[in-house]
């Protein structure tokens, strides 16, 4: 009786185990789920197992390292007053000048500080002076052989920009540099985010500037291929993602299924951590292949495994040759030095000449 207890108990803990991971939407062996919907100003729903045929796009990109940046300038003016600095741009007009040579452009202050007017009006020192100051050095500067002149000098362009606009690297500390405006932490964020944040970093210095903040090298966002290696070690490729990657795509990419893989072929697709809801994506290499079916033919996400087992014959004869290529090695040499001797035996040791 107190056996048939312990059964009835063990069945009732079974079944209610059972009941408990049923509730909880985790399996190992699990069915793409159905994504919670999201508001358009989320962006698109990303279906987990998107396929050849039915792609889905993927969340707003967050930016990590080792990502590269591509950072350009809409809107760069530093406050006022603004210092020249060398490789600073400056639009100078003046009046009653020589007329065959008027001065009506924008001049760049060289490395060593100076605007280069031209041949008949020289070089003229500016740098480290306010736009203001500038503006009455120049004027001087002309009135030594013309009185009367009037000069009128702007910022055309700013050499911060430079240091602005170009391709930035995401370091290991999450921070993209801008050179004299410090850096900015950006790890973890959309290009949206990532914008308002340099522009918020810029703003210490410029007067409500505006950038544009697109990703030039993605690098940080991969898929990985596993292919068993049948006792001989596993083989690990990394592939970056481009939101267009099949199950396909990714056997193409390292040349098609090695002489040791066999055709069981799965996806492990990791998730957020401390949810415990990974999921196991089984794939139909042959219905992809032979019939053209794309029913499994996921699309990979970031962070996907696709895991190519071996083949369990060429895993048992790679095991056994284990064994046996030692004992061979052993036999091959017993038998080469029993030959010798029986030569030597026979013929004396001349006949090893």
Avoid: W
């Avoid at 001049?107 to 009006?121: M, N």
């Avoid at 790890?187 to 703003?203: F, H, P, V, Y």
């Avoid at 895991?307 to 046996?324: N, Q």
């Amino acid at each position: 009786m107190t056996h048939i207890t312990q059964l009835i108990q063990r069945s009732l803990l079974a079944a209610f185990t059972l009941l408990v991971l049923g509730t909880t939407g985790c399996v190992s062996m699990m069915e793409p789920r159905q994504p919670l919907p999201m508001t358009p100003s989320e962006g698109p729903a990303v279906n987990p197992a998107g396929r050849e045929k039915d792609m889905v796009s993927l969340p707003p990109y967050v930016i990590e390292p080792p990502d590269i940046l591509l950072i350009n300038a809409v809107k760069i003016v530093p406050k006022p007053p603004h210092v020249v600095e060398p490789f600073d741009g400056l639009l100078v007009r003046a009046l009653y000048v020589d007329d065959r040579v008027p001065i009506q452009n924008a001049f760049f202050v060289d490395p060593e500080g100076k605007i280069d007017l031209g041949p008949s009006y020289g070089r003229v020192e500016v740098a480290n002076l306010t736009i203001d100051d500038a503006q009455e050095a120049i004027r001087r500067h002309l009135a030594q052989i013309y009185p009367d002149a009037e000069v009128s000098v702007s910022l055309a362009v700013s050499a911060g920009a430079q240091q602005i606009v170009g391709e930035h690297l995401v370091g290991p500390d999450g921070r993209v540099n801008l050179g004299t405006y410090g850096s900015v932490y950006v790890t973890g964020l959309t290009l949206d985010q990532a914008k308002a944040r340099i522009e918020d970093k810029l703003s210490q210095y410029l007067v409500e500037p505006e950038v544009i903040v697109d990703v030039f090298s993605y690098n940080s966002k991969k898929y990985y291929i596993i292919t068993q290696g049948a006792g001989f070690g596993d083989n690990v490729v990394t592939a970056p993602i481009t939101g267009n990657d099949t199950v396909l795509d990714a056997i193409a990419a390292i040349g098609g299924l090695s002489q040791l893989s066999s055709t069981k072929i799965f996806i492990a697709r990791p998730a957020p951590a401390g949810t415990g809801c990974e999921q196991i994506l089984p794939v139909d290499y042959e219905a992809i292949t032979r019939g053209a079916v794309t029913a499994t033919n996921y699309q990979l996400l970031p962070g996907d495994r696709l895991y190519i087992e071996e083949d369990k014959m060429r895993k048992l004869d790679g095991v056994l040759s284990r064994f046996t290529q030692p004992a061979e090695r052993v036999f091959g040499f017993v038998s080469l030095g029993t030959a010798m001797l029986n030569r030597i035996a026979r013929f004396g040791l001349g006949s090893l000449n």
